[in-house]
């Protein structure tokens, strides 16, 4: 799923429908296409928004149908037809069953006139809230998106944002303000982030079923900008599965568990993570210290990688994985690159890739292509992964992608423009415990 599937329920106006047609104008929802817009009620102006947008319109008059049953079963007919992944209940007034809300259950959202749990539930909607606000004397109220459940209004929320009520407020005015400073700006961005949770992540294209995908970098851009990456190491042997990911200061190092069953650790132990500067370099071996001499030196990252080899490993030769991520202030840019053995002499082939970053998306490069008695190189360019804009889902999801006997450890960094502090995660196979020699 590149893109999930919209449908939007509605019964009147569509003031938050056009919000999120507009969202994927401008933009702001990109992870997912409405496709369908139902209403409840006949001749209302949501349905000519839709019809202005091209979008397939169907009409399940309320009234018409002699129960909520009987209603219900119409509206799955329709959405049937549409196969949504998400349902946005937009100024949509019927309340649904339980039955209805298990079909679809995490994927439909809607959006309330209050700051719940606060005038909520049977009875409020609309302008009721607001009328009810201005009675209780209220100087701040606002609008929650959140998921449905068989509660009204009492799914998990999703995203809040607060409105000021002013001295002379009409319920009217303050139905407006509230609609226009936090309905029309939180439910594209709720409804985006939830349809980037849908798309596929690294473990549904790219690494589950690879049983050994060796050692493997990530660079790319959060939904909101930050600059992210990840790497992982993976293990065959008890020696190499003995080693753990320890910070120093902003830099990364491995360090050993158990050296006994180790001969020759010099291509298993390094600093995988070194920031220069304005940099931030990963690599799967030493050759993230020569990237950071060169660049000290005025030199580049390329320049670093022309001066050296796949590694010495024979009958493997394992591809060196490089990746680089620079922060000037006016934004930020990642390259990656990959030195591998090629053909019967084994020449050293050089590739190197650069992004731009595009909010949400990401690239992966790892050294095999799978498991093997010889193991296979990476081939091809770096894939395409979908990057979310939690760290928490990030690395829990990538962590489990990784097959679960080799994995060794994993290290996830957030890094926002603006100059503050990035957010990290360590993932080691032994434990945040574990003790390191």
Not at 21 to 41: E, F, P, Y
Not at 65 to 76: C, I, V
Not at 150 to 169: F, H, N, S
Not at 173 to 179: A, G, T, Y
Request: aromatic letters at 8%; glycine letters at 10%.
């Amino acid at each position: 799923m590149l893109n999930a599937r919209i449908s939007i329920l509605v019964s009147g106006g569509g003031t938050n429908l056009q919000a999120l047609l507009d969202a994927q104008v401008n933009g702001v929802l990109r992870s997912g296409k409405v496709v369908q817009v139902i209403s409840s009620r006949a001749g209302v102006r949501a349905i000519e928004r839709a019809h202005e947008a091209g979008i397939r319109t169907d009409v399940a008059e309320y009234r018409e149908f002699p129960n909520r049953e009987a209603f219900e079963r119409r509206l799955m007919e329709l959405l049937t037809q549409s196969k949504p992944d998400v349902i946005v209940l937009a100024g949509f007034l019927q309340i649904l069953s339980a039955d209805f809300v298990s079909r679809w259950e995490g994927r439909i959202v809607n959006v309330h006139p209050s700051l719940l749990p606060a005038f909520c539930g049977k009875g409020f909607y609309g302008l009721r809230v607001h009328e009810a606000v201005l009675e209780a004397g209220l100087k701040v109220t606002g609008a929650t998106v959140h998921l449905v459940t068989a509660e009204p209004d009492k799914g998990t929320i999703l995203m809040q944002r607060a409105v000021d009520v002013l001295p002379d407020d009409s319920p009217e005015l303050l139905q407006h303000r509230v609609m226009e400073q936090a309905e029309w700006r939180i439910l594209p961005q709720a409804v985006e982030d939830l349809c980037h949770s849908l798309a596929p992540s690294p473990s549904d294209f790219c690494l589950r079923g690879n049983r050994y995908p060796g050692r493997g970098i990530i660079l790319g851009c959060g939904p909101n900008g930050r600059a992210v990456l990840a790497y992982f190491i993976m293990g065959r042997s008890a020696g190499s599965r003995a080693r753990a990911f320890r910070r120093e200061k902003d830099d990364v190092v491995i360090r050993l568990l158990d050296q006994s069953g180790v001969k020759d650790p010099s291509l298993i132990l390094y600093a995988p993570l070194r920031m220069c500067g304005r940099h931030i370099v990963v690599a799967n071996g030493d050759q993230t210290d020569t990237i950071c001499t060169s660049l000290k030196g005025g030199k580049g990252f390329e320049e670093a990688l022309r001066t050296m080899e796949y590694e010495p490993d024979a009958p493997h030769f394992t591809p060196r994985i490089s990746g680089m991520i620079s922060l000037p202030e006016s934004g930020f840019s990642y390259r990656l690159s990959i030195l591998k053995a090629s053909g019967a002499g084994r020449r050293c082939q050089r590739q190197f890739f650069e992004y731009e970053p595009i909010p949400g998306m990401g690239h992966l490069i790892h050294t095999y292509a799978g498991d093997g008695a010889v193991l296979p190189s990476f081939a091809g360019e770096p894939l395409t992964v979908n990057v979310p804009s939690s760290i928490d889902a990030f690395t829990n999801g990538l962590w489990e992608a990784l097959d679960e006997e080799n994995r060794v450890a994993l290290y996830v960094r957030y890094t926002p423009l603006d100059g503050s502090r990035y957010e990290d995660r360590v993932v080691n196979r032994y434990g945040e415990e574990a003790k390191l020699r």
